[in-house]
């Protein structure tokens, strides 16, 4: 498989913008099958991993596979980190990533905030500069933020 060429990570040290490669996927993927992962047993039926080049990676199955895409793009598997996150970024604390959102503040129980990726891969995208998300954990602020406008979505 080949990852997209032109893809960078957020600009948030240790990363500070640096381009994806195999070696990100690689470590994710150590990180995935590691024995202490709760995860390890979610990539069975994967043998092998290895890079070919910066950008194409070859991975052997056991067997064939109908569902082999849809593991590797299962959110819940599969983290690609950038290889920093090998004991200098914990990713609970510091989020990094190649979206189009830059995690800037979050304040708990209370709000999360977004800055667009400006080097983000498809361009033009976002559209927006900044998404600020509010926490209402009572039932009663939610609707009463509803009934006043001031909500976009309403998630449980």
Same mark, same amino acid.
């Given at each position: 498989?080949?990852?997209?060429?032109?893809?960078?990570?957020?600009?948030?040290?240790?990363?500070?913008?640096?381009?994806?490669?195999?070696?990100?996927?690689?470590?994710?993927w150590?990180?995935?099958?590691?024995?202490?992962?709760?995860?390890?047993?979610?990539?069975?039926?994967?043998?092998?991993?290895?890079?070919?080049?910066?950008?194409?990676?070859?991975?052997?199955?056991?067997?064939?596979?109908?569902?082999?895409?849809?593991v *590797?793009?299962?959110?819940?598997? *599969?983290?690609?980190?950038?290889?920093?996150?090998?004991?200098?970024?914990?990713?609970?604390?510091?989020?990094?990533?190649?979206?189009?959102?830059?995690?800037?503040?979050?304040?708990?129980?209370? #709000? *999360?905030?977004?800055?667009?990726?400006?080097?983000?891969?498809?361009e033009?995208?976002?559209?927006?500069?900044?998404?600020?998300?509010?926490?209402?954990?009572?039932?009663?602020?939610?609707?009463?933020?509803?009934?006043? #406008?001031?909500?976009?979505?309403? #998630?449980?």
């Open positions: 498989m080949r990852l997209r060429r032109g893809v960078s990570f957020h600009d948030v040290p240790p990363v500070s913008g640096g381009a994806l490669t195999t070696d990100d996927v690689l470590q994710s150590r990180r995935l099958t590691a024995t202490e992962s709760p995860n390890a047993s979610q990539a069975r039926g994967i043998t092998r991993v290895e890079a070919v080049d910066g950008h194409t990676l070859r991975v052997e199955l056991d067997a064939p596979s109908a569902t082999f895409l849809d *590797l793009a299962d959110a819940n598997r *599969l983290w690609v980190l950038p290889r920093e996150s090998d004991g200098r970024v914990d990713p609970a604390r510091t989020a990094i990533g190649t979206g189009p959102w830059v995690h800037t503040t979050w304040q708990s129980g209370t #709000s *999360l905030e977004f800055r667009r990726h400006a080097a983000y891969f498809v033009g995208k976002p559209f927006v500069d900044g998404v600020h998300v509010s926490i209402l954990p009572e039932q009663e602020r939610r609707l009463s933020a509803f009934q006043a #406008s001031r909500t976009h979505l309403e #998630s449980i």
